[in-house]
């Protein structure tokens, strides 16, 4: 399965070389971490069990996708539509399904995790159902994965998506602090592709000083208080 990439500066033999003991060894730490992460990922949202919309399917017939991955159900904070920073945080605690990426999109994430000099990122689609609207817009974006070190030699690894700007900036696509949304992945000719849709808000609760109080008396205190203005001095 082939990725487009951005690279600058990459050797060509990055991808090749025979890994050492160590690398081996970094290897598997990373893995038990992942599918510790996976389940704790899993079993923080009830989106698990929620069908598939019918968008989406559609969208895969359209594109041949296949290996549908539920990544991230999240609310959007001050950084996510933030022009500044220009990406979409991804905390992999918080990912479903951790296992979304293709063999060598997952080299190539590691070995940026590593510190190379040069900066690698997956290149990949980002397909938005815009709200109230059964119109999806597709963007180009990068993914990359940040390695935050905390104490004691801890790792926690937190995947971005790059280039979110101008999903942000796009009216059609209508995002805002505190918005929540819902991303999936899925490959289609070897090309890593995101979609994105949000949620719509619950409806607000009734007002607890209307649960008494009947239709009529609501109409007749509203013709009162309009009645009370009328001897009111124009502006």
Not at 70 to 92: A, F, G, Q, Y
Not at 179 to 190: A, C, Q, T
């Amino acid at each position: 399965m082939n990725a487009k990439l951005n690279t600058v500066g990459a050797s060509s033999s990055s991808c090749t070389t025979d890994p050492t003991p160590e690398r081996l060894l970094k290897l598997k730490t990373e893995k038990k971490g992942a599918a510790k992460l996976k389940t704790v990922g899993a079993s923080s949202s009830s989106w698990t069990t929620d069908p598939t919309p019918e968008w989406l399917l559609k969208l895969m017939t359209e594109k041949n996708g296949a290996e549908l991955k539920k990544i991230i159900e999240k609310e959007l904070s001050v950084t996510d539509v933030s022009r500044v920073h220009d990406r979409l945080s991804m905390p992999c605690s918080n990912i479903i399904d951790l296992e979304f990426l293709s063999p060598m999109e997952q080299r190539i994430i590691e070995e940026e995790d590593e510190g190379k000099k040069h900066m690698t990122r997956v290149d990949a689609k980002l397909v938005v159902k815009l709200v109230d609207s059964d119109v999806l817009k597709e963007f180009d974006v990068n993914l990359r994965r940040c390695n935050m070190h905390k104490t004691r030699g801890n790792h926690s690894f937190v995947y971005s998506l790059i280039r979110w700007k101008q999903v942000v900036e796009d009216e059609g696509c209508g995002l805002k602090k505190s918005d929540k949304i819902r991303l999936w992945s899925f490959h289609s000719d070897g090309k890593l592709y995101f979609a994105l849709t949000t949620l719509s808000p619950p409806p607000p609760p009734p007002s607890s000083d209307s649960g008494d109080s009947k239709p009529e008396e609501m109409i007749s205190a509203l013709v009162i208080d309009d009645k009370s203005n009328d001897d009111l001095p124009p502006n």
